[in-house]
């Protein structure tokens, strides 16, 4: 074996190692509830924003509530987040400030969502498996902070720590992307059928991320 086949085997076999790797039809899994599992994403674009989308897939069987997206600065730890209040409601949070969406519950299968908002109109939207949710408006004129702790599978109260058990996720997250514009309607429906769509913040087929504790990368389970 020569000396950088065996540096490589090294690097990832360490726990909490900086992996930069294409995850396509791939999903990080969180196999149990815990307070120290969890999987931290390096932008590739560390600026301040003034708008955004954030998609992914979850696949889970829990019926509590749950962090989905956990985006903190130093000064806000609920700078952007998606999260789990209970059966068929969903918070999304902008500068600490939160919307509440109702949206239709799926048994055993997994969950495309996308978030969206701008500074402009403050409209923030809420995409469940290619469907809108009816919009709404929160922080108009806000910027969302530059060098942010990103996080999944738990939320963040504080800046990247103070996580709490009864909010970690258990089951499986995957293509995970985010962008520093609105998407279109289109666009997000071309994003959830799985079409190929380069996002310049978070990018799920070229990431930079370290993982913590009992998290696994294993093939997706949905097609």
Not at 17 to 37: N, T
Not at 64 to 79: D, H, K, V
Not at 170 to 195: A, C
Not at 203 to 218: I, M, R, T
Request: proline share 4%; with cysteine.
């Amino acid at each position: 074996m020569d000396k950088l086949s065996l540096c490589f085997l090294v690097v990832i076999g360490l726990p909490g190692a900086f992996l930069q790797s294409d995850m396509q039809k791939k999903a990080f899994v969180f196999p149990i509830e815990s307070d120290k599992s969890f999987v931290t994403l390096f932008a590739q674009v560390q600026e301040p924003l003034q708008a955004f989308t954030v998609c992914l897939r979850v696949y889970t069987a829990l019926t509590r509530p749950y962090s989905l997206f956990s985006y903190a600065t130093r000064t806000q730890s609920n700078e952007i987040l998606l999260f789990k209040e209970r059966s068929g409601v969903y918070s999304v949070s902008v500068g600490g400030s939160d919307a509440y969406f109702t949206a239709p519950e799926k048994s055993y299968a997994p969950v495309h969502f996308c978030i969206s908002w701008e500074s402009s109109s403050g409209i923030v939207e809420l995409w469940v498996d290619g469907r809108p949710m009816v919009r709404t408006s929160l922080k108009k004129g806000y910027t969302v902070g530059a060098g942010a702790s990103i996080i999944l599978g738990q939320e963040q109260d504080s800046f990247a720590g103070n996580f709490d058990t009864n909010q970690s996720l258990v089951g499986d997250i995957g293509e995970v992307n985010m962008w520093d514009f609105v998407l279109s309607p289109v666009e997000i429906s071309s994003v959830y059928n799985g079409q190929a769509f380069s996002a310049n913040i978070l990018n799920w087929q070229n990431l930079n991320y370290e993982a913590q504790g009992e998290v696994f990368v294993k093939t997706q389970l949905w097609i």
